[in-house]
T-cell receptor
């Protein structure tokens, strides 16, 4: 079946512009996660959505970052007034809840470059 | 101290070698454990779960030591295609938050 999809795959923007990154999780997965990965670095947790609960925003690096998940499915990560240090690959993942050994599936990521 | 710690490597090994990675975690209440693999410029993918009794999948063996709070991954008869970054992942609570280690890079040489 279809996996996690993300769009765009690549985004180049100028410093100060706003960007929106989209994630389509696997159908039926109630948990959705956003991560950031800079070149050669590990995964940095950003935000986590679980069903209708309030999202865990503890990983968002600044108030320029926000995310929403509409209808419990598609999620959008928005970065306002982008800075060069925001350049990274933004990965979305989804997971079926109800079992502690359920796999987390990742999308292919959006590579963001801020000039 | 990071919640999940790994030696970043790189581990450079010849084909056919046996290599082992360890990972330590800080939360003694952690409930489930995984190894993910990430190829260069690709997304992470599940390699194997790590069960309390230890488990094996072909050339790969995973072990969990709850008393010492570490997880290991053993790769036997290394192949060139095993070259990747191996991520240790811990589910820290009864919910769905997974914490990723920084990864250990493996390079298998001919």
């Amino acid at each position: 079946g279809a996996g996690v999809s993300q769009s765009p795959s690549n985004k180049v923007t100028e410093k100060g512009k706003d960007v929106e990154l989209r994630c389509d999780p696997i159908s039926g997965h109630t948990a959705l996660y956003w991560y950031r990965q800079s070149l050669g670095q590990g995964l940095e947790f950003l935000i986590y959505f679980q069903g209708n609960s309030a999202p865990d925003k503890s990983g968002l690096p600044s108030d320029r970052f926000s995310a929403e998940r509409t209808g419990g499915s598609v999620s959008t990560l928005t970065i306002q007034r982008t800075q060069q240090e925001d350049s990274a690959v933004y990965l979305c993942a989804s997971r079926l809840t109800g079992g502690s050994y359920n796999e987390q599936f990742f999308g292919p990521g959006t590579r963001l470059t801020v000039l | 101290r990071k919640e999940v710690e790994q030696d970043p490597g790189p581990f450079n090994v010849p084909e056919g070698a046996t290599v082992a990675f360890n990972c330590t975690y800080s939360n003694s209440a952690s409930q489930s454990f995984f190894w993910y693999r990430q190829d260069c410029r690709k997304e992470p993918k599940l390699l194997m779960s790590v069960y309390s009794s230890g488990n094996e999948d072909g050339r790969f063996t995973a072990q969990l030591n709850r008393a010492s709070q570490y997880i290991s991954l053993l790769i036997r008869d290394s192949k060139l295609s095993d070259s990747a970054t191996y991520l240790c992942v811990v589910n820290n609570n009864a919910g769905n938050m997974l914490t990723f280690g920084g990864g250990t890079r493996l390079m298998v040489k001919p």
